[in-house]
């Protein structure tokens, strides 16, 4: 992939599989170098919406920010937000910041997102986490 770079820096497939590539091998800062440079490129909505979601939860689960100060919990929440300004009815996306709000003890954002997922049509998707023992803590 860096060959195919090195030619079309803008390869948006090789800059995709490269993203993953690096994600699989968990080269986390690598991975979200190569998203954000994605992010810069492409055109394409959706795939903009799942690279900064995709960038998020690397920040959250992988760099530390659930355990981490509110820095870090911040620019995770910041890609949520980006991929929720792009898509507001991204059901991750949402079940991600449930999480974050839930960990900090903001209930009410916690229960304002839940809200919005439910009117997103996600009522089904909570049931079904909540059902599991598994909904965002």
């Known amino acids: 992939y860096q060959d195919t770079l090195g030619v079309d820096p803008d390869d948006s497939e090789a800059l995709a599989a490269l993203g993953r590539l690096y994600e699989q091998v968990e080269e986390w800062h690598r991975a979200i170098d190569v998203m954000d440079r ?61 999480k974050i709000y839930d960990k900090r003890g903001d209930y009410l954002k916690s229960a304002q997102m839940r809200v919005r997922c439910v009117s997103a049509g996600g009522r089904f998707r909570i049931a079904a986490l909540y059902a599991r023992g598994s909904a965002p803590a």
Not at 51 to 56: C, K
Not at 68 to 79: I, K, P, S, V
């Open 38 to 98: 994605l992010v810069r490129i492409t055109d394409d909505a959706t795939a903009r919406v799942e690279m900064h979601y995709r960038i998020g939860r690397i920040m959250y689960e992988r760099l530390g920010g659930a355990g981490a100060g509110e820095g870090e919990q911040d620019l995770a929440e910041g890609r949520f937000a980006e991929a929720l300004s792009l898509d507001p009815a991204h059901m991750p996306t949402m079940l991600a910041l449930i």
